[in-house]
Nanobody
Framework: QVQLVESGGGLVQAGGSLRLSCAASGRTFSGYAMGWFRQAPGKEREGIACIHSNDGETYYADSVKGRFTISRPNTENTVFLQMNSLKPEDTAVYYC???????????????WGQGTQVTVSS
């Protein structure tokens, strides 16, 4: 059974930084795309960053490009999201997600974590 566990969320002031971590278990995720979605109150879920293990190909939503960095160490079952220059509009629940490839991931990932709250105060 696939399990995704997020950590690292919290409260930060605008302009600050946070680093989210996701630990995946239940199978080896070599050859999979791992990434992050977020959902703010009253808004649709948004795929913001993803990385594929095969070639390191990445995707970033325009809303986070240049501020957020996704990384995946050699363990394959861990993914990080470094979030810098945070804005109040980044406030959301952040979900770790997994799918076979980036195209599928961008539509709707097949595996989701429980989410971690990120709150950015102005």
């Amino acid at each position: 059974q696939v399990q995704l566990v997020e950590s690292g969320g919290g409260l930060v002031q605008a302009g600050g930084s946070l680093r989210l971590s996701c630990a995946a278990s239940g199978r080896t995720f070599s050859g999979y795309a791992m990434g992050w979605f977020r959902q703010a109150p009253g808004k649709e879920r948004e795929g913001i960053a993803c990385i594929h293990s095969n070639d390191g190909e990445t995707y970033y939503a325009d809303s986070v490009k240049g501020r957020f960095t996704i990384s995946r160490p050699n363990t394959e079952n861990t993914v990080f999201l470094q979030m810098n220059s945070l804005k109040p509009e980044d406030t959301a629940v952040y979900y770790c997600t997994v799918d076979l490839d980036l195209d599928s991931w961008r539509v709707f990932p097949h595996s989701w974590g429980q989410g971690t709250q990120v709150t950015v105060s102005s």
